[in-house]
């Protein structure tokens, strides 16, 4: 099977690619600026000669259809986007464009499946929810550009499936933590609590230092968008992959437990978004649920970062 992932030299694309090359599949990497850094890091140098590397813009509809059709590709992984909200109209072009693009030449060329990678972002603050578990269901309240735009994905992706018959799934992903993470509030965190503070031996100073959150360890995201583009057909257009809620006192002081020396300053903050999820429809449709706990993640982080430096 050929898959064409876009974002596919990004954090959670790259390891898409790695799961993908696991399974035995062709892999096709569609990125505007290829990290070629990140990918030899997570596939490995015998890995990166399997993938098929395409410098190229999402929001083209042209590039994208072409990289399908020349590449024989049959399912769809994507996973580009831009986090931030510092430029709006860019990442409404790239995040509401470029899906759209993915969509349309899907649909063009009758490929089997594509897989959106959502986010819980499209949710509101918790008050907007009563219940103590966010529906899977639940109605979008986002409150970033980042979390509109992703809402208005999710919305495309069920218009093309009911008007065009294209088998399109988006799979919301909470808090995706693991080495490499290179943007948005995520990296600042990760940075702080563990690859300063382990891998480089420095103070970290970390944000949202109340805060509980929904964490989900990268090689579990990646593992449910893969899952997900394996099923052929799905009673829900859209599902939340939940993973381990924990503070971040309780991540900070776990790290500390085994790197005594670890210096971690907790500064005030929390998030305005809900961390609790009905994930029994993942479970159900996709028998997915999260294989990580924090503890296995984190001692799995902690053992390659001190390899590193020593």
Not at 217 to 242: C, N, P, Q
């Amino acid at each position: 099977m050929t898959y064409l992932v876009t974002g596919g030299t990004g954090f959670i694309g790259a390891h898409i690619l790695r799961l993908l090359l696991k399974n035995g599949d062709r892999v096709v990497a569609f990125d505007i600026a290829p990290d070629r850094m990140l990918l030899e890091q997570v596939v490995g140098k015998a890995g990166t000669t399997q993938v098929v590397l395409i410098a190229g813009d999402i929001t083209d509809l042209k590039q994208i259809t072409r990289a399908c059709k020349e590449n024989s590709v049959k399912k769809v992984i994507h996973t580009a986007a831009i986090i931030g909200s510092e430029n709006p109209a860019v990442t409404v072009r790239v995040n509401c464009d470029g899906t759209v693009n993915v969509l349309e030449a899907a649909r063009k060329l009758g490929l089997e499946k594509v897989v959106l990678a959502s986010s819980i972002a499209v949710f509101g603050p918790p008050e907007r929810y009563p219940e103590e578990y966010v529906p899977n269901d639940a109605p979008h309240f986002p409150m970033t550009i980042y979390g509109a735009s992703k809402s208005f994905n999710e919305a495309c992706a069920r218009l093309y499936f009911t008007e065009h018959g294209l088998n399109v799934v988006a799979i919301r992903l909470p808090h995706v933590y693991g080495i490499g993470r290179t943007r948005g509030v995520g990296r600042l965190i990760d940075e702080e609590l563990f690859i300063k503070p382990v891998a480089l031996g420095k103070p970290g100073r970390v944000p949202f230092g109340n805060a509980v959150n929904n964490w989900l360890y990268i090689e579990d995201a990646a593992r449910v968008l893969v899952m997900a583009s394996r099923i052929d057909k799905t009673d829900s257009r859209a599902f939340t992959a939940g993973g381990d809620i924990r503070s971040t006192a309780e991540v900070a002081a776990y790290i500390k437990s085994q790197v005594p020396t670890a210096s971690i300053t907790l500064l005030p903050g929390r998030f305005n978004h809900p961390y609790k999820f009905e994930t029994t429809p993942i479970r159900d449709e996709l028998d997915y649920q999260p294989m990580w706990t924090m503890e296995q993640a984190l001692d799995m982080i902690i053992h390659r970062l001190q390899n590193e430096r020593s």
